[in-house]
């Protein structure tokens, strides 16, 4: 039998059925009884994954657990800070469950069994969870990935896609095995990448993701799974800090796409006269100058020579300073032209 979900906003909607022995029977207890809600289990750590978590909870799911990686120092100051993923949780009274480490561990294995969940919902969890847990709900372990299956397995897939220069990137829904995202594609959905940052394109999938994990687990009984093709597979790694840091020998275009790749972190960066600077934003010219000189320095602009064209620069930050305008940084710092980048 089909089940589907009905969320509760909808069933509220409905008229009450007849009256039997001066009794109203509410309709959304008999729908719930000939569709079952489904029971979920959460595991998701980042801002990414948040919104699939809420839409899970406004669809009416049960979700008596949401795991989420342990809270970690961040910020200059080193403060323990909850993941996103607990806050959102904890708001809407789910309880959240923070293991160090999920592999060989009988005390997360015995927890999970113990609530005879549907489904696992995994977006962005940041752990590979081993078969036995991946063997625990009864119907699947589904994962939202953030990029079109077999492409970009891995823990970054949108900041690859744009340093890679695709054009489209999208969601994927899977069924999860034991590998890094080599599991068995449910649905997928496209989007285009344009000129989006990686902070921009994460938030779009991030909803895109919301919409297409509901969609997998509410028509689950009708969809086939699909074998990746593992040949053809790609791999998105962590980024490293060094990856950030421009070679103004190659191409504006590159340069520009590891400026929108990797603004949240490690953020594009370069050198002048010893300090660092960070680039945030900034458009090509396709004339030019020599690979790291500033040239066409105006009272609001300037811009970098590079292996091929040059980039008018738009957003940056020095050292120890706040992120600004180009004009606020030229108001305070005096470029003259002929200045080399790099180091």
């Not at 923070?98 to 489904?119: R, T």
């Not at 800090?241 to 275009?253: L, P, Q």
Request: charged share 25%; net charge neutral; aromatic share 8%.
């Amino acid at each position: 039998m089909l089940l589907i979900h009905y969320p509760v906003s909808f069933l509220r909607q409905l008229p009450p059925l007849r009256q039997r022995r001066g009794i109203t029977i509410d309709p959304i207890y008999k729908l719930r009884y000939k569709y079952p809600m489904k029971r979920i289990i959460f595991m998701g750590t980042p801002q990414i994954a948040v919104p699939s978590l809420q839409l899970l909870i406004d669809s009416g799911f049960e979700i008596p657990l949401a795991i989420s990686q342990p809270d970690r120092p961040k910020g200059r100051g080193g403060k323990v800070q909850p993941t996103p993923v607990k806050e959102a949780a904890l708001a809407a009274g789910i309880e959240v469950y923070q293991p160090e480490k999920v592999k060989n561990n009988p005390e997360v294995l015995e927890k999970l069994k113990s609530l005879n969940a549907d489904f696992f919902a995994v977006v962005a969890y940041g752990k590979i969870l081993p078969k036995e847990i991946l063997e625990v709900p009864h119907f699947a372990p589904i994962n939202v990935h953030f990029s079109l299956l077999p492409l970009y397995r891995g823990a970054a897939p949108v900041n690859w896609a744009i340093m890679n220069g695709d054009e489209r990137t999208g969601v994927s829904t899977m069924k999860m095995d034991i590998g890094m995202d080599t599991g068995d594609i449910m649905l997928t959905e496209e989007t285009p990448i344009d000129r989006k940052t990686d902070a921009e394109l994460a938030a779009e999938l991030a909803v895109t993701g919301a919409k297409l994990l509901i969609k997998t687990i509410n028509e689950y009984d009708s969809i086939t799974p699909t074998p990746q093709d593992h040949d053809s597979a790609t791999v998105a790694p962590m980024m490293r800090k060094e990856d950030g840091e421009i070679d103004w020998n190659s191409s504006a275009i590159s340069i520009e796409r590891l400026i929108r790749a990797f603004s949240v972190w490690p953020t594009a960066h370069t050198y002048l006269d010893g300090k660092l600077f960070k680039i945030y934003s900034a458009d090509i010219d396709p004339k030019g100058a020599a690979a790291g000189v500033v040239y066409n320095v105006t009272k609001s602009s300037f811009s970098v020579g590079t292996g091929s064209g040059g980039l008018i620069i738009k957003e940056i930050q020095p050292e120890g300073k706040r992120r600004m305008a180009v004009a606020d940084f030229l108001a305070g710092y005096k470029l003259n032209g002929g200045e080399r980048f790099g180091r």
